[in-house]
């Protein structure tokens, strides 16, 4: 069993930035890939950005390339999101996932954490 939980979230205004933490426990982190989605107010969970489990493939939605970076620290056991330029739509609540190999479906994953609100004022 894989354990997640996010921190970092909270209220910045839009141009901002905000860096999400996603600590993780249980077993072996360097043998999950991760991934951040996020799902705003009556819309489905959407994928932001993927990482292998070494940290040599990365994925980003459209919607946050260029704005957005995800990284990991194996050594701290530790998946970030760091948020540049925030918008408006960014406005979500954003989950940690992981699973053995790396995928962009929700469907997909199978540990999660418990979310973390970013709001982003205009």
């Known amino acids: 069993q894989v354990q997640l939980v996010e921190s970092g979230g909270g209220l910045v205004q839009a141009g901002g930035s905000l860096r999400l933490s996603c600590a993780v426990s249980?077993?072996?982190?360097?043998?999950?890939?991760q991934a951040w989605f996020r799902q705003a107010p009556g819309k489905g969970r959407e994928i932001v950005a993927a990482?292998?489990?070494?940290?040599?493939?990365?994925y980003y939605a459209d919607s946050v390339k260029g704005r957005f970076t995800i990284s990991r620290d194996n050594a701290k056991i530790t998946v970030y999101l760091q948020m540049n330029s925030l918008k408006p739509e960014d406005t979500a609540v954003y989950y940690c996932?992981?699973?053995?190999?790396?995928?962009?479906?929700?469907?997909?994953?199978?540990?999660w954490g418990q979310g973390t609100q970013v709001t982003v004022s205009s």
């Open positions: 996932a992981a699973r053995t190999y790396m995928a962009y479906g929700v469907e997909e994953y199978d540990y």
């Open positions: 249980g077993r072996t982190f360097s043998n999950y890939a």
């Open positions: 990482i292998s489990r070494t940290g040599l493939t990365i």
